[in-house]
């Protein structure tokens, strides 16, 4: 069994921080990437950052400059600092693994429940 587990979400005033987290457990082989998307309502998922085993970052543009994603590889734990937050990141932020795990052949894409964050005044 895995999980992932997020923590962090909450109600913030625009142009404040929040910072998610979030920790993978269970019978983990490797951990190739983590990444966290957002879903607003009526709206799909999609990536807001991610970041690969080796250490390279990626940062979809509308979050370039302003959120900053971490990793923890002995501890399979991926950060999410969020500044300089919009009304329009208001959303359920979900947390993403590529992993592979004992007894599963291949590399699969795991989630975590989500967490609500709200920018609003």
């Known amino acids: 069994q895995v999980q992932l587990v997020e923590s962090g979400g909450g109600l913030v005033q625009p142009g404040g921080s929040l910072r998610l987290s979030c920790a993978a457990s269970g019978s983990i082989f490797s951990i190739n990437a983590m990444g966290w998307y957002r879903q607003a309502p009526g709206k799909q998922r999609e990536l807001d950052a991610r970041v690969f085993s080796g250490g390279t970052t990626y940062y979809t543009d509308s979050v370039k400059g302003r959120f900053t994603i971490s990793r923890d590889n002995a501890k399979n734990t991926v950060d999410l600092q969020m500044n300089s937050l919009k009304p329009e990141d208001t959303a359920v932020y979900y947390c993403?693994?590529?992993?592979?795990?004992?007894?599963?052949?291949?590399?699969?894409?795991?989630w975590g429940q989500g967490t609500q964050v709200t920018v609003s005044s």
């Open positions: 993403n693994a590529l992993m592979s795990v004992v007894g599963i052949v291949g590399i699969r894409n795991y």
